[in-house]
């Protein structure tokens, strides 16, 4: 093995490790957000600093990687997209930290009927296997399990999509309404929303790293070009692809 | 005419010029050789070779003199080989870079150009009357090798230089002495060029007549010498006798003597361009 | 601003990473604190040219320090203090004091031949000596008077071994050492250095003269060899010495302007003079 073959192993240990960190904190925040268990999400907000500093250390040893190995290609590829991996998976840890804020501070209290109205689990298990999906697909090099995280994000967006006409319905008729909950009820199932896209963001990191090809922004564009009524062109495309 | 035609008209004369100036020397050494071939080769056979002299003509042979230059030959090469060498090493190798090793390199190279007779002076006062060798093969013998010495030494410092120093470096980094180096490296490297030096200046000894009558050899030896204390003749000085006799046949004589002479130092000028293209091709640094 | 939790955290990380580095690179258990090679207050002269200035260094074993800097900064005369292969430049003087594995190498007791054993040099150009491979690695042991054939033939396979030739030369071990390619050359150099069983190897410029390829497994085996022997290499190579050096101390006009961690030199150097220098901002 090459000296920086070394490297590159001691990185993906890293970043797997990472991932597993992240995985446990959303796991765990399903538990707290549905138990309410005000201990629980302390200690996920505790564990939070980890994973702040699991990214610190991934940039270290990247900047490390990038001044001593002077990677090219695929060693290249894989730098530059673990970096982003590391951040993203950073603010996955951000969000679920932000819905233990909810239970621990505004002691947010959530009852069956509304979980189930919105699929809080639904949303919880997918996100848990999108990043089993993209943690497996950086490990093996398996771009279809990437792939698929971005079918599985369209679940999310539909149940978040239905959010505001499913709490319509159900609170129509209802007196005692706890606009309070419901509020942050919404938050979290946005919350829940946004770590899908995160993923996804994860997933086209890895399809950049092993297939060298930037799938980032190009339906998006498309779709805002589409709603505009504009012509598609590469340039135009090129302005508008903004980080959402 | 511009610049150009003019050049290259230059370039084309200056060609022609080294054309004839490289032909000339060849076409007089052709005519030489081919002069005495004519008039010697006829005379040479096996009891020519095996004779003693004698006072007739055709009856007298080399043997003697051929004998004798062998003897010179193989006593010069003992004498001079391990002195050369070894003064060679130790200028290149050993003496320290200054002013006297300089001195020192500016004669020997001087030296080598000093003519043959000086050097048979040298030797009749040294090696024949002080030291009492008489006019014997050993006084000759020494004499010649004082005249070989110098190219010798200038021959193994050349091909001592050759060697690149990172060998000797590579040597001296791997824990080898001095001497280990010279022994395992330098002069296994360097061995060919030496002996091509050697060879060489043996067969300019071969040639030698001029001191060796000053030393004292013998025109008229009717015996095979037997020790380095023998009087002796060498093939030399026998043709200088021969020529200067005025009858014809003796000329002749000359003539066959000066081909076999020839022919000693082809093959020894053979050997040592064998055994330098033989060295050139196993070591490219 | 990090608090001091996430600051232990990280510094736990790097630990456990440096010490998974360090288990998967070199297989050792302890760490051995002693250094290798002391240089104090190190003045070397070349008649009136000072070529070194008040050098002070300390060498780990076990470990690939680079030296790096331009042309005529020092670094190879550095180099060539640890195995006094300076001694033969005329005009050569030395000051301070320089301790190989603990024994002054400059004081009058030292055997040069000794020293040389111990202290093993690879040089610019391969420079194999005229003679076959098999010579070439048995040179060591012959010169130390070793006379057991069995001896030697296992030293030479193992040494031959240990610089990954012996499956391309070992048909072919009454070979001319001359008719291997360059690459091939320089790991023969390496091997018939190890024969002799060193503690520090020097390493002077070892690739410069040898194609990429080539290039690339003798950085590899720099990177292997450093399990067992303590290896000092001048380059001129600044990605080299990122890649394979531990240490790297930086040289100008004879002074030893910084050094420390490779990983921090070539990240955060303190120097102004050292940045511009590795990033090739020179002049």
Redesign the interface.
């Known amino acids: 093995m090459k000296p920086f073959e070394y490297e590159i192993e001691n990185i993906k240990t890293l970043v797997n490790e990472m991932f597993d960190l992240v995985k446990d904190q959303v796991h765990l925040t399903k538990e707290a957000l549905l138990t309410s268990d005000h201990d629980l999400s302390g200690e996920i907000m505790r564990k939070e600093k980890r994973v702040n500093a699991y990214e610190l250390s991934v940039d270290r040893e990247i900047e490390d990687f990038l001044a001593l190995q002077a990677p090219v290609a695929t060693d290249l590829r894989f730098a530059i997209a673990i970096l982003k991996i590391s951040a993203s998976l950073e603010r996955i840890g951000d969000h679920a930290y932000r819905i233990s804020t909810l239970v621990f501070d505004e002691q947010l209290k959530v009852n069956k009927g509304i979980v189930e109205l919105l699929q809080i689990s639904t949303l919880f298990d997918e996100i848990d296997d999108m990043l089993i999906n993209v943690s497996d697909a950086l490990e093996k090099g398996e771009i279809e399990l990437a792939k698929k995280v971005f079918k599985q994000d369209k679940t999310l967006d539909k149940i978040n999509k239905k959010l505001p006409g499913l709490l319509d319905e159900h609170y129509k008729n209802k007196k005692n309404i706890d606009l309070h909950n419901i509020i942050l009820i919404s938050r979290v199932v946005g919350k829940l929303e946004r770590v899908g896209d995160l993923i996804k963001n994860i997933a086209e990191e890895i399809i950049f790293y092993y297939e060298s090809e930037v799938i980032r922004h190009r339906k998006k564009n498309l779709k805002i070009s589409k709603k505009l009524g504009e012509a598609t062109g590469e340039a135009e495309s090129e302005k508008t692809g903004m980080e959402e | 005419m511009n610049n150009i035609t003019k050049n290259h008209i230059k370039d084309k004369l200056f060609s022609a010029t080294g054309i004839f100036s490289t032909l000339i020397g060849l076409i007089l050494l052709a005519v030489f050789i081919g002069d005495i071939i004519v008039e010697g080769a006829g005379r040479i056979n096996w009891d020519f070779i095996t004779g003693l002299p004698s006072r007739k003509a055709e009856k007298a042979g080399i043997y003697t003199a051929m004998i004798g230059t062998v003897w010179v030959l193989v006593l010069t090469t003992i004498i001079s080989f391990p002195i050369g060498v070894s003064a060679g090493i130790y200028l290149e190798e050993y003496a320290k ?1 200054g002013r006297l090793s300089r001195l020192l390199e500016v004669n020997i190279s001087n030296l080598a150009g000093v003519p043959s007779i000086i050097y048979g002076l040298l030797g009749l006062e040294i090696f024949v009357r002080i030291l009492g060798f008489g006019n014997s093969l050993l006084a000759g013998s020494m004499t010649l090798s004082l005249l070989i010495l110098p190219i010798i030494i200038v021959a193994t410092r050349e091909s001592i230089k050759a060697v ?1 120093q ?2 000797r ?9 001095k001497w ?1 180096t010279i022994q ?2 330098v002069l ?2 360097s061995f060919g060029g030496i002996l091509t030096g050697i060879i060489l200046a043996l067969s300019r000894a071969v040639g030698e007549a001029a001191p060796l009558i000053v030393v004292g050899a013998l025109a008229y030896v009717p015996f095979v010498p037997s020790s380095p204390m023998s009087e002796f003749s060498v093939l030399p000085i026998q043709i200088f006798n021969w020529i200067s006799r005025p009858q014809h046949e003796f000329l002749v004589n000359a003539a066959a003597a000066i081909i076999i002479l020839l022919i000693i130092t082809f093959i020894m000028n053979g050997i040592a361009m064998y055994l330098r293209s033989r060295w050139q091709k ?3 640094w | 601003m990090l608090n001091m939790e996430t600051e232990e955290i990280i510094m736990e990380n790097e630990v456990r990473l440096t010490k998974k580095t360090e288990n998967l690179v070199t297989g050792n258990t302890g760490i051995n604190t002693e250094y290798e090679i002391i240089a104090r207050n190190l003045n070397v002269f070349y008649g009136e040219f000072q070529a070194l200035k008040d050098v002070n260094m300390n060498i780990l074993p076990y470990t690939v320090t680079a030296f790096i800097g331009p042309s005529g900064c020092g670094k190879s005369t550095f180099l060539r203090v640890f195995n006094r292969m300076n001694d033969y430049i005329d005009g050569f003087r030395i000051e301070g004091e320089v301790f190989v594995s603990g024994t002054e190498i400059y004081s009058n007791r030292i055997k040069l031949e000794e020293l040389r054993r111990k202290v093993g040099m690879v040089f610019q150009k391969p420079n194999p000596f005229p003679k076959t491979i098999f010579e070439n690695v048995a040179y060591g042991l012959r010169i130390q008077g070793v006379k057991d054939k069995h001896f030697i033939l296992e030293r030479v396979e193992r040494s031959l071994k240990q610089v990954v030739l012996w499956d391309e030369v070992k048909d072919n071990l009454h070979k001319n050492a001359l008719a291997l390619s360059g690459g091939q050359q320089q790991r023969l150099c390496i091997a018939r250095t190890l024969a002799v069983e060193p503690e520090v190897i020097l390493m002077d410029e070892p690739t410069s003269a040898l194609d990429p390829i080539s290039t690339g497994k003798i950085e590899e085996l720099i990177f292997e060899l450093k399990n067992e022997y303590t290896i000092v290499i001048v380059t001129h190579n600044m990605q080299q010495a990122a890649r394979i050096s531990d240490h790297t101390a930086f040289f100008y006009l004879g002074e030893l302007i910084e050094q420390g961690h490779t990983k921090d030199i070539y990240t955060n150097p303190k120097n102004k003079r050292t940045e511009n220098y590795i990033t090739g901002r020179f002049g």
Do not use: C, E, R, V
Not at chain 2, 169 to 177: E, I, P, Q, Y
């Open positions: 870079k690149p990172s060998i470096d590579a040597s001296f980094a791997m824990g080898a002495t280990q395992y490296q296994p490297a196993k070591i490219k």
